[in-house]
C-alpha cells in the first residue's frame, strides 16, 4: 500500500440503477455516464418489526468505462462499483452556489444471471458460472 497524506477516498457500493445511464460526450470526446444508484439497509427494530431504508446515490463514470456503463446497463441493473467521493460546486440560473455530491466510480461488476440486463437475481442467488478453465482436470494443485 502506497504511503499518502494519511487519507483514503474508497466507496464500494453494490446496488441497483433507478434509471437507465445518461450518456454524454464532452466537446473533446470524452464519454461521461451518470446514474443514480440504489442501495437498502434492512433492520428489526425494537418491537421486531422489519423496517427498510433506500439510499439514493448520484454516479459517475468516464471514457471507456462510461461507454461500457452505457451500452450494458439498465434501470434495475444490479452492479458492483468501487470509486471515490468527490463534491462540486456550480452556480443556478439564479446565481445561488450549489454543492453535489457525488461517487466517481473507476470499476465495476456487472452482477446477477449471466445475459440480464437487469439483474434480476442477487449474485448469491445465480447459479455458479463454471468456464472450461475451471474444470477440476486443470486446478495446478
Do not use: C
Not at 440504489?38 to 423496517?51: H, I, L, R, S, Y
Not at 444490479?78 to 453535489?100: A, C, S
Amino acid at each position: 500500500m502506497s504511503r499518502g497524506r494519511g487519507t483514503v477516498n474508497k466507496v464500494i457500493l453494490v446496488g441497483r440503477l433507478g434509471a437507465d445511464p445518461q450518456l454524454k460526450y464532452t466537446p473533446s470526446g470524452r464519454a461521461n455516464a451518470s446514474f443514480s444508484l440504489a442501495t437498502n439497509a434492512v433492520w428489526k427494530d425494537q418491537e421486531g418489526n422489519q423496517q427498510e431504508r433506500t439510499d439514493w446515490h448520484r454516479i459517475t463514470a468516464w471514457g471507456k468505462l462510461a461507454e461500457i456503463m452505457g451500452e450494458y446497463l439498465k434501470k434495475g441493473s444490479y452492479v458492483y462499483l468501487e470509486g471515490r467521493i468527490q463534491t462540486r460546486t456550480y452556480e443556478d440560473n439564479n446565481n445561488v452556489k450549489k454543492w453535489i455530491t457525488e461517487v466517481v466510480v473507476s470499476d465495476m461488476e456487472m452482477l446477477g444471471k449471466k445475459g440480464d440486463n437487469r439483474g434480476s437475481a442477487p449474485a448469491e442467488d445465480a447459479p455458479p458460472d463454471f468456464s472450461e478453465s475451471s474444470e477440476p482436470d486443470d486446478v495446478p494443485f
